[in-house]
C-alpha cells in the first residue's frame, strides 16, 4: 500500500469535490467528512488522480516556456485558447511570473 511506504499521502487535506462526486454525495450514495470550516477533507491519495497528473503535466509544459500555445493544445486536445487557458489553471504568482518574463524578454507573447 503506497500509504503505508508514504506516510504523507494518508494525510488528510481541504479539497474539493468533483461535479461526480457532489452528486454522489447529493444522492447519498458518497459520505465526505468535512472539517469545522465545512472543507471537504480527503487522505491526498484520494485527491490525486489521472487528470491530475494531465493537468500537471499541461501546466509544467506552459511554464517552460519551451512550447508554443497552439503545440500544448494539441497535446491537451482543447480546441480554444480560451479553454485551455482556463484548463491550466496558474496561480497568481506564475501569472505575475509569466508577465515578467514576457517584459525582461526571457519569453516571447504567444497568441
Known amino acids: ?5 508514504v ?3 494518508s494525510v488528510k487535506v481541504p479539497t474539493k469535490l468533483t461535479m461526480k462526486q457532489k452528486e454522489r454525495e447529493k444522492s ?3 459520505t465526505v467528512e468535512r472539517n469545522d470550516k465545512g472543507e471537504v ?10 487528470h491530475t ?3 500537471s503535466g499541461i501546466t ?3 511554464l517552460s516556456h519551451k512550447f ?4 500544448m493544445m494539441h497535446v491537451s486536445g482543447h480546441k480554444t485558447q480560451k479553454t485551455f487557458m482556463d484548463y491550466i489553471k496558474l496561480s ?7 508577465i515578467d518574463a514576457i517584459v525582461n524578454g526571457a519569453k516571447e507573447e504567444v497568441f
Open 41 to 50: 477533507m480527503m487522505p491526498r491519495y484520494d485527491c490525486v488522480t489521472t
Open 53 to 55: 497528473a494531465r493537468r
Open 60 to 62: 509544467n509544459m506552459y
Open 7 to 9: 506516510p504523507t499521502l
Open 28 to 30: 447519498g450514495e458518497l
Open 68 to 71: 508554443t500555445i497552439v503545440q
Open 92 to 98: 497568481s504568482d506564475e501569472i505575475a511570473d509569466e
Open 1 to 5: 500500500d503506497l500509504s503505508e511506504s
